[in-house]
């Protein structure tokens, strides 16, 4: 594991590093923020999940996220959207392959190769950052458009796993809209049942109930341009009335699917986690 | 003028401008941060000027000076930082023509044309904006490195349109570095008495005692990258010692030359040009 960037940043470090992944066959970059109380003790730990064509720079150069870590102790890990390099497959297109691994596990050729975002988050990333940084174990997870399906799907999949859970103008219902349905036909074949799986909505309503759910927390832009076709909460919000599960949809007038919009409520997100990480 | 991007942002806007400049002879973009308080009040403005190869992007994107913005009342205005486009002069070099402009008029060719940053800066921006905007004639400046250098030479030159000065890892003394020198010898020619009054050392030995200069608050990183080469605050630091020039230069311990850097002491910045300008 190499580091390749350090910055001092609000009495902590952003840095950035780069390692081989098992799961994802191919070198990886991440980001990860340490606050100034990582130096003294283990800190929790924020995953945090990118939308399309991002890497692991956009968060922690936009959202202004390490003001809000240092004052919660709370350490940032940032990682890229796919698996990456001339080895991988990719199309040529912003919202397939290479930046778009949607954080699944591909099971079709010729992604099922590399495509395996999802183990990777989940399972080798915590298990690195926990073995090389003064991490603990209590995790939360969140992220943006493609990267806020990733947190929905990943904190539903893994009840275990996350203390918490957040996100930015997700993709509620991939396997009902373009971005998510070619996507997954792509990743994961023609069989619509296999998709139910990787889809938040779909989860929500296959989920035991149980008692301590996390709350899902879910801020949107009513001026997004992706709300109606791509995003489309309400799927989300129908899913959890049916079910009972606990969802708080925050819709916000007037802002957009930019970075300016995480950037305006990251803070009270990461006071969300912070609060559940400390218990 | 025309607006080419708007964001909702801390409960305010960000918005891109683009509009023909007549100093500058050329089509110009600037960002401009509205805060809530403008829909209601004229508010007044701060101008941050950016640093070698930025564009009115890097500050609005990275910096995550809006939530300071909104909380001040404080509109914040990002200029370009050269004149721009086919028709003016620029070179194969980072560090010279077009997003290298010094904040200067020059006098030299090919670069007198349209290099007249001073001007486009000090008179045609603020005039624009205080009439297109709801914007006071309060007015701060501040900057970054080369934009650090801006901001400290135009308030010296212009003390009167200005309440409030700062600068993160300026170029205090272009005359002596070589970014400084290589640009001066190019916008302003090798007579380097013509020097003197661009060069921020050399103006607070010039500047004549009054009772109310607005002290320089100047942030350094010292593990800048550029700081023993380009930057040198001990010369300003020296000026300001002989002269008995009101400075508070402070020096951070880990801190590099980055967004980071800005990032972690914007806040401290704009509540010190707040309070100024409040008066």
């Not at 840095?15 to 283990?42: K, N, T």
């Not at 890229?80 to 991988?88: A, E, F, K, M, N």
């Not at 971005?179 to 989920?207: H, I, K, M, N, P």
Request: net charge negative.
């Amino acid at each position: 594991m190499q580091k390749v960037e350090t910055h001092a940043c609000f009495g902590g470090v952003q840095e950035v590093w780069q390692h081989r992944s098992q799961a994802l066959d191919c070198d990886m970059r991440f980001g990860i923020y340490l606050p100034s109380q990582a130096r003294e003790a283990r800190c929790p730990v924020l995953y945090w999940l990118s939308g399309l064509t991002c890497t692991e720079q956009n968060f922690i150069t936009k959202a202004g996220a390490q003001r809000y870590a240092a004052e919660h102790g709370v350490i940032v890990v940032a990682p890229d959207t796919s698996p990456r390099g001339p080895q991988v497959a990719d199309a040529e297109r912003y919202d397939l392959g290479q930046g778009a691994g949607f954080y699944l596990n591909a099971t079709h050729e010729p992604w099922s190769a590399h495509y395996r975002m999802h183990d990777y988050i989940v399972e080798e990333l915590p298990r690195l950052v926990e073995a090389q940084f003064n991490a603990s174990d209590a995790r939360a997870i969140s992220g943006h458009s493609m990267g806020g399906h990733g947190a929905l799907v990943l904190a539903l999949r893994n009840p275990d796993r996350y203390r918490s859970v957040s996100a930015f103008s997700p993709i509620v219902a991939p396997a009902q809209v373009p971005w998510g349905e070619q996507a997954f036909t792509a990743y994961l074949g023609d069989d619509r049942d296999a998709w139910r799986s990787w889809d938040a909505s779909e989860l929500v309503r296959s989920t035991p109930a149980q008692a301590n759910r996390p709350v899902l927390l879910v801020d949107q832009g009513e001026a997004d341009e992706f709300l109606a076709t791509q995003l489309r909460p309400e799927l989300l919000e129908a899913a959890c009335r049916e079910t009972g599960y606990p969802l708080r949809l925050r819709r916000h007038a007037g802002y957009d699917h930019s970075y300016y919009f995480i950037a305006s409520f990251i803070g009270e997100h990461i006071a969300h986690h912070a609060a559940a990480l400390r218990n």
